[in-house]
């Protein structure tokens, strides 16, 4: 058997234009290749989100290895600043440019590779699971999501899951998450009363009582860290009245902010301080403050032990290098997952993702492959 080029099948996913939502034939390929290689292959489809489920094995095998990724991309932007067309797949100097080529196209064609290589020269004893989403870039309610739950109702299940979002700073091999941090988006309306700036005792400003509160909000320090994570963070990202007149007291103003919070909390926990917070605040000023969290999902961990030994172990092995186990950046489909299995999440240097010329190192794809495939080898095959 020909090994699977995990470079070819990137820049041939590269070449699909799927921008969220769009499937861009990306998973018309992808289901193309696992078929031949004996994957039962099913579209999960919800809305306008096309996802892909794929298994190798029977349902009946107790150990089953699963793999989430996406094949949706952020928009190109500017087209005229990249210096290769950003659906080109053009290979330079080593490197590998496109929309999608570390967030993460790759990381989809390394395991596909693997995994397709795997079962046709050592099939395991047990089965293995791709679940591959076009929602992951966008709102993320018809993705992994979708795929879960058709997963419940058709009575598949992963023992656990690899989540192959690029996780390396700058070195390949040099960190594995083992969770994020949770997420949350508010937004705060302060209505007061408007009139005249010459006569300010007629109107009742809200501005002073927003900037009072975006000051006690920033100010406050959520914790100091726990033992996986780094002390929580809020950012206020916008305060805005849409008033252009000098000699005008407006009668709203409002704001939004984020937090990156930490096992230590919980969206709801945040939310009742938020809310306590401008409550206090609009008692002070004679204000009303209208408080709506926007999107929130919860932090989650997976305790360090025998997944992330095992990959941390293939990483070693590829790479010389000892994995950092980390929790740090934004969120990842994982945070769905991990009500399901223990999951870790591990790929590519993310340097480039969502930037003007992206672009992958030809070689990090080739040991990427090289580490999932010995992933899959230790899972089923080492005691």
């Not at 390929?29 to 292959?41: D, Q, V």
């Not at 489920?53 to 989430?68: D, E, Q």
């Not at 929130?296 to 590829?318: I, K």
Request: proline share 5%; with cysteine; net charge negative.
């Amino acid at each position: 058997m020909t090994p699977v080029n995990a470079v070819d099948l990137t820049a041939d996913l590269i070449r699909c234009p799927s921008v969220t939502p769009m499937e861009g034939g990306s998973l018309i390929l992808l289901e193309a290749a696992l078929s031949a290689a004996g994957f039962e292959c099913v579209r999960v489809d919800r809305g306008e989100v096309c996802n892909l489920f794929a298994r190798w094995g029977g349902k009946a095998h107790g150990r089953t290895f699963g793999f989430n990724g996406h094949t949706d991309v952020v928009p190109v932007g500017d087209t005229v600043k990249w210096t290769y067309p950003p659906f080109g797949a053009v290979i330079k100097d080593g490197f590998l440019y496109g929309r999608g080529a570390t967030d993460m196209k790759s990381g989809v064609a390394a395991f596909v590779a693997a995994a397709i290589d795997f079962v046709t020269l050592t099939p395991p004893d047990g089965a293995v699971i791709l679940t591959i989403t076009g929602d992951e870039e966008g709102e993320a309610v018809d993705g992994t999501a979708a795929l879960l739950d058709y997963m419940g109702q058709a009575g598949e299940r992963m023992s656990a899951c690899l989540v192959g979002e690029p996780t390396c700073p700058d070195k390949m091999g040099e960190m594995i998450k083992i969770g994020r941090r949770g997420a949350m988006s508010a937004e705060f309306t302060v209505t007061g009363i408007q009139g005249h700036s010459a006569y300010p005792h007629r109107a009742r400003n809200p501005l002073p009582a927003m900037a009072r509160l975006m000051d006690i909000l920033a100010s406050h320090e959520l914790d100091d860290g726990s033992e996986h994570f780094d002390p929580s963070a809020l950012a206020v990202v916008t305060i805005d009245t849409g008033n252009s007149a000098t000699n005008v007291i407006p009668a709203k103003c409002q704001s939004a902010i984020n937090i990156r919070f930490n096992d230590l909390h919980s969206s709801e926990s945040l939310a009742h301080w938020l809310q306590s917070t401008a409550d206090q605040v609009a008692a002070s000023f004679d204000v009303t403050i209208d408080m709506a969290v926007i999107d929130a999902c919860e932090s989650f961990l997976t305790e360090p032990g025998p997944l992330s030994e095992l990959v941390a172990g293939a990483v070693l092995d590829e790479t010389g290098i000892d994995p950092v186990l980390s929790t740090t950046g934004g969120t990842s489909d994982a945070r769905f997952i991990t009500a399901h299995c223990p999951v870790v999440e591990f790929g590519l240097v993310g340097r480039t993702m969502h930037q003007v010329d992206e672009n992958v190192d030809i070689e990090h794809i080739h040991q990427l492959k090289a580490i999932y495939f010995s992933i899959l080898h230790r899972y089923f095959l080492q005691d």
